[in-house]
Structures are given as C-alpha cells and as structure tokens.
C-alpha cells in the first residue's frame, strides 16, 4: 500500500486515540507500542510508514565498537532510510544503552526521516532534541548501544513495545504515543477515523450543551439520526 499524500494528511488530523478505537472495532488490540514517549514538547503529530530496525541483546563477540563499521550496522541503515519514514526499532525492552545519539539522529533528519520511535532508549538527549527530529522512545541512557545491545538488521518484521511491526505498516504518533496500522488496512483506517472525529467533535458539542450522555455516547439510533440531519 502506497501511503498517498491524502492519506497522509488524514492521519495527519486525527488522533492515536481514535485509531484504537477503530482498530479495536476491527479486532485489532494490540496496536500502540507500550514505552514510547515524545522526548521533546510540541513534536505534533507525525505519520509514516515503518521503517524497522531490530536489535538483540549484545553478545560479547558481536556487540563491540567496531561493529559500527560494518555493512550491516546502524549507519547502513541509515542510509537505506527513504525520504518520510519513520524509524521503528525493536530492542526487546533493553533501555540499558541508547540505541542512537546526536549525530545519528541529525544524520536521519539530514535525510528527511519523518520521526523515530523505539520501545529502547535514546543518548545524547539533548543534541538529540536539538537534531529537530522528532524522537519517541522509553529512556535516555549514557552508554552506547554496544553496551547492551547488538544491531542485526533493517526492514523485517519486528516487535516494538509489544506490536507487531512490518516494513511498510504505517505508524502514527502524537501526545499519546505511537500506533501501527497494517498496511492493508490504512486507507479503510484513515476513511473510518475521520468520520469518528467529525462524529466525536459533534457529540462533544452536545456535551458542552448539557446533553447527558446515555444515548449519545455511544450514540443510539436517534442520536445518529439527529447527526445525520445536522449534519448534512
């Protein structure tokens, strides 16, 4: 599934709350990634599709220094990052180590990289912060990510704060956190929770109005009838 520049700017105007809710009614639970927080105030609300990146807890032999200089490191990776994805990287819950600091992250928005969410932990907060790119992660932690962590590869499915994610999913976070979308479901997603919120904003109207909530919220027939009316 392409993510159109329409679809975009839908997922753009609606909240991560209201996308559970109706991945919910579609039999989805597990879709927002338990740990990622905003490191930084007013990053808004980004969307894109996944990029993933999967770490392991470190073995001695292969989590060392020079690893980074490998083919297969998170610079690679990096580099293979499209324009206006959003880095999601699994790290099995270890926060012990920051996965990327300061130059990684300016190096990601160099190259147009919409935002980074992991369930780890990120170093060098505040030059992070300061890179712009906006970053949802569970910690902030000195040491480098070869102190507990091995990075073993880029674009395969991946876990990250207990969801599933695959290469291409489509992620959004805002204030609440980040939420994934399988990419077959996104345009059917999107179409659904910008009526939710037209209807939600309606209700909440009311509310300001007075209007007790049962037969509204949830709205029963008669509610939905009196919207359909207004509304149109």
């Known amino acids: 599934m392409t993510l159109t520049a329409e679809l975009r700017a839908t997922l753009a105007a609606v909240t991560t709350a209201t996308l559970t809710t109706v991945l919910l009614k579609k039999g989805l639970r597990k879709t ?6 905003p490191l930084g105030p007013r990053q808004g609300r980004v969307v894109g599709p996944a990029f993933t990146l999967r770490f392991i807890p470190a073995r ?10 490998s083919p297969r490191s998170t610079r690679a990776a990096i580099e293979a990052m499209p324009e206006g994805v959003i880095a999601v990287a699994g790290t099995e819950g270890i926060r012990e180590a920051g996965i990327f600091g300061d130059i990684l992250c300016a190096r990601m928005a160099k190259r147009g990289v919409a935002a980074l969410v992991t369930e780890g932990a990120v170093r060098d907060a505040a030059g992070v912060r300061a890179t712009g790119l906006p970053v949802w992660c569970a910690a902030e932690a000195a040491p480098p990510s070869v102190a507990a962590l091995t990075f073993v590869g880029w674009e ?5 704060g207990g969801v599933a994610v695959f290469p291409g999913d489509v992620v959004v976070a ?3 956190g ?19 919120e037209r209807l939600e904003a309606w209700i909440m109207r009311e509310v300001e109005r007075g209007e007790a909530l049962p037969g509204l919220y949830p709205p029963d ?3 939905r009838a009196r919207y359909e009316r207004e509304s149109s």
């Open 32 to 37: 927002w990634m338990r740990g990622p927080r």
């Open 60 to 69: 001695e032999d292969l989590a060392t220094p020079e690893s980074w200089s």
């Open 156 to 160: 395969e499915p991946i876990g990250c």
């Open 174 to 176: 805002d204030d609440d």
């Open 178 to 196: 980040a939420v994934v979308i399988p990419s077959a479901l996104v345009a059917e997603v999107a179409r659904e929770a910008e009526a939710q």
């Open 221 to 223: 027939a008669a509610t």
